[in-house]
């Protein structure tokens, strides 16, 4: 109740902020309020046509904040807005485009509940990011954001041409692919993604190795594996400490790739998209049974019994660090990035240890199907209050320029990466040089993955990029894209799901904890009455658009 009540103060609260806001909004880059209202609802610039903004002019002097995300990463990691990077950044924007940049951190993992409170104050930054399209379509909904189509050929023609077509909508530059299709306004843009793999299943080899037992290859062998882990405890951490499969209350993620085989591999792109609501798909023929088997793992003392209490990734990668985890499923690279570091710090504590990438979750036809990323990645987007939306456009064109987003993904020779056979090569850094996310994603906010300006240099370096044995790399790899499943994307203007986002993943996570944990023979119940109540909770509402507006979309392409 008291999550509903704050909800319910966050959108008066935004309501009031962005009223108040378009009365001083003068979309220029003057830092200071000039109090002239701009009666335009889409932030149109007030210039003539004589006097449009161009990219690569110096404006006078102005000032902006930029969003960057706070990973509340360990192991000697700097402050994400006060480093090496953003004084380079810094450095360069003040001497180019006569701009102060200051940057402004948000938890990764607490991104929705701080950017609503940001918003609903009206100190969000004038660069905002966000990897949930509900979150920017409520904003969008209350008119939050600036429509930045007036500026895309005059303030982003790097951008624009970064980003190129969009592959999962021909005849679309990826630029207009949030693009509101009944109003031509673009609210928010998307970031390229390099590289689509997504998600990875990981087990320790050497105690397979110890038990005479080959990787597994089904979802059988994979329990089988388990089963033994906590009967014969290979890693000799003792078998009261042995945590065959660890992950956290983010179920649907950190298990994705086992509930999933069971999802019905004949369901629909439709109706897989209608019923998949705020990236969760409880209501998907199957995945009920793969939270079933969940059920039976937790109770026979094969799933961390402690999951539901890990908000975020902390306490079960210390696990996998200290050596007493046997196998875990998240991002297709996990254990590999330098941070967190997985398997580097589980070497320290077992030498020997291999935490290796396995595919082994088939469903009904045989096929190890998992999700693909979607071309688009993070978006990105000006709030309607912002007083500095040039500036701010400005600035995410300039981080858009090979040279400039090249330096940030690769740092110095030498010190962030070496060249081996024309590729380079990341390497830990150590001191004020040290990267807080990988290749700086963080502060790269137009691009995901490594970019080197050629595809086949983008190939080799997926395996150079890291710390451990390539193999290890290009095996994860080659696992995250076998039998991939492509993003569905559907280019329409969705409203429903913005006020009951934060609801229902917290929700989901809760009838999730509440399904596993359940007595076997109360799981139907619990199960049941716990779809009804989140669907009850604006889902219900939310498929119902999303079916109307799939159907809006089917008689588009059939006229």
């Not at 966050?10 to 003057?30: F, P, Q, S, Y």
Request: charged letters at 25%.
């Amino acid at each position: 109740m008291k999550k509903k009540l704050l909800s319910i103060l966050l959108v008066c609260m935004m309501i009031v902020t962005v009223l108040g806001g378009c009365g001083k909004k003068n979309g220029g880059n003057n830092t200071q309020d000039s109090g002239t209202k701009n009666e335009s609802p889409t932030n149109t610039p007030d210039k003539q046509d004589n006097e449009t903004p161009v990219a690569d002019e110096k404006p006078p002097y102005s000032e902006i904040t930029v969003e960057v995300f706070d990973r509340g990463t360990d192991g000697g990691k700097t402050d994400p807005t006060n480093n090496y990077y953003t004084d380079w950044i810094k450095q360069k924007c003040l001497e180019e485009l006569n701009l102060g940049v200051t940057f402004v951190a948000v938890s990764r993992w607490e991104e929705t509940d701080q950017l609503n409170n940001l918003m609903a104050a009206g100190t969000a930054p004038d660069v905002c990011l966000t990897y949930s399209g509900d979150l920017i379509a409520n904003y969008r909904d209350l008119g939050g954001l600036t429509d930045l189509a007036p500026y895309i050929d005059t303030l982003l023609p790097d951008l624009k041409e970064f980003l190129g077509p969009d592959l999962a909508l021909p005849g679309r530059d990826m630029i207009y692919r949030n693009m509101d299709m009944e109003t031509g306004a673009v609210y928010s843009i998307p970031a390229r993604r390099m590289n689509v793999a997504q998600i990875g299943t990981f087990i320790r080899k050497d105690w397979l190795d110890k038990l005479g037992l080959p990787l597994p290859t089904t979802t059988e062998e994979f329990y089988n594996a388990l089963v033994q882990f906590k009967e014969k405890d290979p890693g000799g951490v003792g078998k009261n400490n042995v945590v065959p499969f660890t992950m956290t209350s983010d179920v649907r993620w950190r298990a994705s790739a086992l509930i999933e085989s069971f999802v019905d591999p004949n369901l629909s792109d439709k109706e897989r998209w209608i019923n998949t609501v705020v990236e969760r798909q409880y209501l998907l023929p199957g995945y009920k049974e793969g939270v079933r088997f969940l059920n039976k793992m937790y109770h026979e003392g094969l799933i961390d019994n402690q999951f539901a209490l890990y908000k975020d990734d902390t306490d079960s990668d210390n696990l996998i660090k200290m050596g007493v985890v046997g196998s875990f499923i998240h991002n297709w690279d996990q254990p590999y990035r330098d941070t967190p570091g997985l398997l580097r710090d589980l070497r320290q504590n077992v030498p020997d240890a291999e935490i290796v990438s396995i595919d082994p979750f088939q469903n009904a036809e045989g096929k190890t199907v998992k999700g693909l990323y979607d071309s688009a990645g993070v978006n990105f987007f000006v709030p309607a209050f912002s007083k500095n939306v040039e500036g701010a456009l400005r600035y995410i064109n300039w981080l858009s320029k090979f040279e400039n987003r090249s330096y940030l993904q690769l740092g110095d020779e030498g010190v962030t990466h070496v060249i081996e056979n024309g590729v380079p090569k990341l390497i830990p850094a150590e001191g004020e040089k040290i990267m807080n996310s990988p290749q700086n994603i963080d502060y790269t906010i137009m691009i995901n993955g490594l970019d080197l300006g050629d595809e086949e240099l983008n190939v080799k370096a997926i395996a150079s990029g890291y710390t451990v044995e390539p193999e290890l790399v290009i095996t994860a790899y080659e696992n995250a894209m076998r039998n991939g499943r492509p993003a569905i994307i559907v280019p329409v203007t969705l409203s429903a799901a913005g006020p009951y986002t934060q609801t229902l993943i917290d929700k989901g996570n809760e009838l999730m904890a509440r399904a596993i944990t359940a007595a076997p023979e109360e799981f139907d119940a619990v199960w049941d009455a716990g779809i009804e109540d989140w669907l009850n909770s604006g889902a219900r509402e939310i498929i119902e658009e999303r079916r109307l507006k799939y159907e809006e979309y089917e008689a588009s392409l059939n006229n």
